[in-house]
């Protein structure tokens, strides 16, 4: 996860916007990921974005791409205590023959009411 | 139907003994990861197999050893475990290579003691 970075934590009031930011290094990635993990819980994926798009949305959900700075957002809105969770970004990047994902540390998200 | 089944869910054990880690998946998909995930939340990838062959090997203690019978399977093999083999392993799937989206089990919490 050392190529992926974003910050370890971040607290909002329930009903306000989330921002969760990610960095990565390589300008090939084809994929970026947003995953969801709940306490407890496995990995979701909650949304991607194709390296050709600048944004996307998905219903609360928009994701914001900056390819020259290699910066992607995740933007939660009307931010809800069940979105309470850990908030992993990742990228697809080629590995010789091989493509892997590579992983951010986590965003702990925490809503308070 | 759980798409990514691992079992046993909880696994507490001593030093020095040996265990196993089994992961199914009824999704017809190609490639299967073990994940490591440690008491911070960090998340890393510690194999991937695609139908059966082992494409990805991370810097693992080779005490280690996954075994992928058939390609719906992926088992996870730990040899002498030490305290810091401690985590949530974490097995997930995915179409391919190239697929958009990884499956993740639910999780076995190890704990050696």
Redesign the interface.
Known sequence: ?EDVEQSLFLSVREGDSSVINCTYTDSSST?L?WYK?EP??????LT?IFSNMDMKQDQRLTVLLNKKDKHLSLRIADTQTGDSA?Y?CAE?RN?GN????I?G??T?LAVNP | DTAVSQTPKYLVTQMGNDKSIKCEQNLGHDTMYWYKQDSKKFLKIMFSYNNKELIINETVPNRFSPKSPDKAHLNLHINSLELGDSAVYFCASSRGQGASEAFFGQGTRLTVV
């Open positions: 996860g994929y990921y993990q407890g819980a496995g990995l979701q994926l991607y850990i992993f697809k590995a091989n493509r892997k994902l992983w540390l986590g702990s």
